[in-house]
């Protein structure tokens, strides 16, 4: 697969990405280099590859999730930029 300059230009424009001149050229280039190398992967044989989610085997590294007692509403607001003392004041979103 080859890019051309327009093709990087309009993945900048949907990303709202904005290059000089040079930098899209350099920009083509470096795309162009790694789907090179990405086309060069893609010739590998991984049929005998198992996928995988997680290089390492690990299985349920959580905590366990067990009641405990809340934070009080002191507590809940204490670092609150703003609160009227029993609720958090937000500015409006309209």
């Known amino acids: 697969m080859s890019l051309s300059r327009d093709d990087v230009a309009k993945v900048a424009l949907l990303a709202r990405l904005q290059f000089a001149d040079d930098e899209l050229s350099q920009m ?10 990405v086309d060069l992967l893609a010739e590998l044989n ?4 198992e996928p995988l989610a997680h290089p390492l085997d690990v299985s349920n590294c959580f905590a366990p999730d067990e009641p405990h007692a809340s934070l009080t509403r002191e507590e809940a607001l204490a670092n609150a930029p703003k609160s009227d003392g029993e609720h958090f004041l937000v500015p409006a979103v309209l």
Do not use: R
């Open 46 to 49: 991984t049929e005998a590859v």
């Open 28 to 37: 083509t280039d470096d795309l162009k280099q790694i789907v090179a190398y």
